[in-house]
């Protein structure tokens, strides 16, 4: 499914290079729902960015169900992003001008799809979630945690091939950030979805299949889990507890 293939990244400031992506490969398979964690600075984010073509790299490849996005025009890329990928942000991005049920439309809108089709579809969604009921608010009248649903619900409005989440619990309280992980839950469970989350949260993380563990620009370590959650938190916390001592 997502293929990213001896990836490095640097950024140019002034006249010093900085290396933050240091040959950095791995697979995510179809239905895969996949936690990256490690230290602030690790380079997370910028790895999330490269594969969301927001940004260019310096050398590798990464391909998208054997596209390999690198060799795509800036049109193309507009295609993938909107048709192939669902984005999460860690705030939000809600329109406040829009309600919930519009803002979970605003991929389908994009495409120009037939109105009554995107409003079923979005209407199921906010079903799935379990946020029906606030179909007709605006962001400014519901929670955070209501907000981060409408996110993920959104993200799924085109059946997308992956979604990218950058710590999409955050800024949310441990009820809410369940009620966020059980929507890519959900999702993952009857759609397939592919998930490819960064994360600081060790909790989230556990309820992951896998967790690629970042350092300095290259990958530390992965985990799989083999049981049940708590083992896997265990282990997830024991191991980011050496890579803390390591240092
Ligand atoms: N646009 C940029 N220009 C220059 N340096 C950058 C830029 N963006 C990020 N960096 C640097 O690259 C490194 C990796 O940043 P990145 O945002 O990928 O880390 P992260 O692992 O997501 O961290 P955090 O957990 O704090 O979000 C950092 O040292 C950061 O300062
Ligand atoms: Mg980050």
């Known amino acids: 499914m997502l293929k990213v293939d001896h990836l490095y990244k640097s950024y140019q400031t002034g006249r010093a290079k900085y ?5 950095v490969s791995f697979e995510v398979k179809e239905g895969e729902f996949v936690a990256v964690m490690g230290p602030s600075g690790s380079g997370k984010t910028t790895l999330l960015n490269c594969i969301s073509c927001f940004i260019p790299y310096d050398k590798g490849t990464i391909s998208l169900k054997d596209v390999n996005l690198s060799k795509l025009d800036e049109k193309q890329i507009a295609k993938v992003r909107n048709e192939k990928l669902g984005f999460v942000f860690q705030d939000f991005m809600l329109l406040d001008g829009l309600t919930i049920l519009e803002n979970v439309c605003v991929p389908k809108v994009i495409r120009k799809e037939p109105y009554k089709q995107m409003e079923a579809k979005a209407k199921k969604l906010l079903k ?20 981060q649903r409408t996110a ?7 059946d997308p091939l992956l979604i990218l989440a950058d710590e999409p619990t955050g800024n949310l309280d441990s009820r809410s950030s369940e009620a966020v992980i059980g ?12 998930t490819f989350m960064v994360t600081h949260d060790s909790f989230s993380a556990s309820y992951c299949d896998r967790v690629i563990v970042m350092k300095d620009g290259k990958i530390f370590t992965e985990l799989v889990r083999k049981g049940g959650r708590r083992e896997f938190l265990d282990e997830l916390l024991t191991v980011l507890k050496d890579l803390n001592g390591g240092e």
């Open 19 to 23: 290396e933050v992506l240091k040959d």
């Open 128 to 147: 799935m979630f379990g946020i029906s009921e606030i179909e007709g608010k605006y962001p400014a009248e519901i929670s955070g945690g209501q907000k």
């Open 152 to 158: 993920v619900a959104r993200a799924l409005m085109n």
């Open 183 to 194: 929507a890519f839950l959900e999702a993952q469970e009857k759609l397939n979805a592919t």
